[in-house]
């Protein structure tokens, strides 16, 4: 059983940057797939970012393409969303997810393990 910890939001003017972390607990973490989400207010948790097991393989919404950047460190069982030109519309909350799985996917059905989430603001 994975147990999944985010951290790094908060509040930022438009066209500022935030690194997310999420670190697990409870499993061999390279075996795990894993993936950022966002939730913003009154709509559906939709899919961010991805990576596969060795962090080689990413994926990403197109929405946030060429902003952000996935990573991850197994040997310190964490994986980053580092955000720049960040805009009004990324407003959410971003949720960390992982799933033994062999490619990334954005389907937020693929994924077992969620953390709370955390929350990021971008004022205008």
């Known amino acids: 059983q994975v147990q999944l910890v985010e951290s790094g939001g908060g509040l930022v003017q438009a066209g500022g940057s935030l690194r997310l972390t999420c670190t697990a607990s409870?499993?061999?973490?390279?075996?795990?797939?894993t993936a950022w989400f966002r939730q913003a207010p009154g709509k559906e948790r939709e899919f961010v970012a991805a990576?596969?097991?060795?962090?080689?393989?990413?994926s990403y919404a197109n929405s946030v393409k060429g902003r952000f950047t996935i990573s991850r460190d197994n040997a310190k069982n964490t994986v980053y969303l580092q955000m720049n030109s960040l805009k009004p519309e990324d407003t959410a909350v971003y949720y960390c997810?992982?799933?033994?799985?062999?490619?990334?996917?954005?389907?937020?059905?693929?994924?077992?393990?969620w953390g709370q989430g955390t929350q990021v603001t971008v004022s205008s």
């Open positions: 997810a992982a799933a033994r799985r062999l490619t990334p996917s954005g389907l937020l059905t693929s994924y077992d393990y």
């Open positions: 409870g499993g061999t973490f390279s075996n795990y797939v």
């Open positions: 990576a596969s097991w060795s962090g080689s393989t990413t």
